[in-house]
């Protein structure tokens, strides 16, 4: 799918030449082990380094610099995988050979080296005003988790089931991390990235793959790095522990936090996949079916999971008088895919749901880079018909043996103040 070179130790670059797209496509991603200092400083390096650099120190220029670039988007965003904090530069800009000007791509190249290489710095570090602002809007991105209940509840969930773990640690620090960051650590934590990280450089695009290849290797001189060691981390978390927290607000929050040993890159991995498709992963899924439509117990209710961490989690939004009865119907459907009670028609709709998801993701550029991104580390070149294939072999047995794998570690409850009883009680 990419053609792949290493440009310098740690630092590959990956070219896909298609027509499929008229633009061309840049994504480079630094990654290093993810720790919650480092998620702080990344995070408002990220947006530090999106306003501005060295060549257009204010913002307003420089958005007008990338609309003379045909509309060229650039931005710098921060994110994490398993145990990797990223931050990426993507950049979309239209192909050259569809303008009178073919020097535009080589001008994106000069201004992504710039972005890269040349941050606007003064006198040697980031701009004090320009860190601060940052903060402020790194702060501001925490704390609006604490408004949407939903996301607060994962939050806590996943506190309890892995705290001081990657699973728990957002990619944005904590608010007392952020408040430490100051210019001169900042400026450190840039030259860290740039010289320490491991680095992937895509280009996806009707382009010249060598001259591309040529004018990269020239603009983005990188230094060979060393692999940087990861911190060891207990499996085990808690063992069916409750938790109820109550806060101004009517409609509960019930999570429930499940581990499996099967991970992202397992053998087992696909049948994880189909088999979280049946729990909850859609709508004609069990937990849908059952919680929401037969009992009417939640105004949403699913699944998801989380390959790299070995959970999956079952989320709902309840009237909390229906706190027990809800618990008790989800566990009632992990208990009918251990008896094997699962329907032909769940079974095929979940493979076709996930071809359909995979194929839709690969009909834009930012998908197909993404995509391979997560794939690559399977260890085998990623195609659509093998993923379809895996799925395809997939059976009701394959899914009994899933389900008696999950384990219910946690059960999170977050409801109003008043006339909430312990389900747990």
């Given amino acids: 799918m990419f053609s792949t070179i290493e440009i310098a130790k740690g630092v590959s670059l990956h070219i896909r030449q298609s027509s499929q797209f008229k633009t061309v496509n840049f994504s480079i991603k630094w990654r290093k082990p993810l720790t919650v200092k480092d998620a702080a400083e ?202 109820n927290e109550k806060q101004e607000m009517n409609q509960g929050k019930l999570h429930m936090g499940y581990s499996t040993p099967i991970k992202f890159g397992d053998e087992d991995y696909p049948k994880m996949q189909i088999f979280n498709g049946v729990f909850g992963g859609y709508a004609h899924s069990k937990i849908f079916m059952n919680v929401r439509e037969r009992e009417s117990l939640a105004y949403y209710a699913s699944s998801s999971y989380s390959s790299h961490y070995g959970l999956v989690y079952v989320v709902s939004g309840i009237e909390p008088s229906n706190e027990k009865k809800a618990i008790d119907v989800i566990k009632e459907q992990l208990d009918a895919m251990k008896n094997g009670e699962i329907t032909d028609l769940e079974l095929n709709q979940t493979k076709a749901m996930m071809t359909n998801q995979l194929k839709e993701a690969l009909d834009s550029a930012r998908g197909q880079i993404d995509i391979y991104d997560q794939y ?25 043996q899933m389900a008696e794998k999950l384990k219910l570690e946690a059960i999170y409850f977050l409801s109003g103040k008043e006339g909430t009883q312990d389900a747990n009680n």
């Fill in 376 to 400: 690559k580390d399977y260890g085998e070149e990623f195609s659509v018909d093998t993923w379809k294939e895996r799925w395809a072999k997939v059976t009701k047995e394959d899914l009994q």
């Fill in 42 to 243: 990344r995070s408002v390096l990220s947006n530090v380094m999106h306003h501005s650099n060295g060549k257009f120190k204010k913002a307003a220029e420089y958005r007008s610099h990338l609309d003379d670039l045909y509309g060229t988007v650039m931005y710098f965003d921060a994110s994490k995988r398993g145990q990797d904090h990223t931050v990426v530069l993507n950049v979309e800009t239209v192909n050259d050979q569809y303008l009178a000007n073919n020097k535009v791509l080589d001008d994106v190249i000069d201004l992504i080296q710039t972005a890269i290489f040349n941050p606007n710095f003064e006198n040697d570090q980031f701009v004090p005003s320009i860190v601060e602002r940052e903060k402020e809007m790194i702060i501001q991105r925490i704390q609006s988790v604490f408004d949407d209940k939903t996301r607060y509840a994962h939050q806590r969930l996943t506190q309890i089931m892995r705290p001081n773990q990657p699973a728990s640690i957002s990619a944005n620090g904590t608010i007392e991390e952020v408040k430490k960051v100051t210019p001169e650590s900042l400026t450190k934590a840039y030259h860290s990235m740039i010289n320490e990280d491991k680095i992937d450089i895509y280009v996806l695009g009707d382009v010249d793959v060598e001259a591309i290849q040529e004018k990269l290797v020239n603009a983005l001189q990188f230094k060979d790095r060393e692999p940087i060691p990861y911190p060891e981390y207990p499996e085990e978390g808690p063992e069916k522990e409750y938790t």
